[in-house]
């Protein structure tokens, strides 16, 4: 079984890469493969339909498609702008959306993997509001199953050690849940 964590910031120091990254970090203290990705390196020009019909996805949209399709699952730490999901985050997930051909069809890689939702912020709601909105992006607009567990890590700008793990045990332990319980559903939809 192989997991994919990502967070929809590309700032070098962000939180929600902090996040992402801790994620990666229990999956192989666990026995489980698992990788980063960075959406800094998938850099993709704001989506617009005549950009599409004159030139298709662009190449960062397949190969990050192709890389959401070689996982069995995929983990998502999103921040809060604004009371939603970043703008960086929505655009990789319509561009991906929108790949057609090259042995990919982006629309199914969301239907074909469960995916896993938390979020870290400065702010009191711990991201809490973005997560509802992604939650509503991948289930209802891209038809993907987001496992119910999610963490919403409030305050995290002081929340982390310095070797990344969080300085509270009991949102550590909330945290490696949500992580056991992406693994178990890929292994449910690698069964089926």
Do not use: C
């Not at 902090?18 to 192989?28: C, M």
């Not at 190449?59 to 970043?86: H, K, W």
């Amino acid at each position: 079984m192989r997991l994919l964590f990502f967070a929809g910031s590309a700032r070098d120091d962000a939180l929600n890469k902090k996040l992402a990254r801790l994620g990666r970090h229990i999956a192989e203290a666990n026995g489980i493969e698992a990788v980063f990705a960075d959406l800094a390196d998938y850099h993709m020009p704001i989506y617009h339909g005549d950009l599409e019909a004159a030139k298709g996805p662009p190449e960062r949209a397949l190969a990050f498609a192709a890389l959401l399709a070689e996982y069995d699952g995929v983990f998502i730490a999103t921040p809060e702008y604004n009371a939603s999901i970043p703008a960086l985050l929505k655009n990789t997930l319509d561009w991906v959306s929108r790949v057609r051909g090259h042995g990919l069809r982006g629309s199914e890689v969301f239907k074909t993997r469960p995916f896993a939702i938390s979020g870290a912020s400065p702010g009191y709601y711990g991201a809490m509001r973005s997560l509802l909105a992604l939650r509503q992006i991948l289930a209802v607009g891209l038809g993907a199953t987001v496992i119910p567990q999610q963490m919403a890590l409030p305050r995290a700008t002081n929340a982390f050690e310095e070797d990344g793990s969080l300085k509270d045990e009991a949102q550590q332990k909330l945290f490696a849940s949500v992580i056991e319980a992406l693994a178990v559903a890929a292994k449910r939809f690698n069964a089926s």
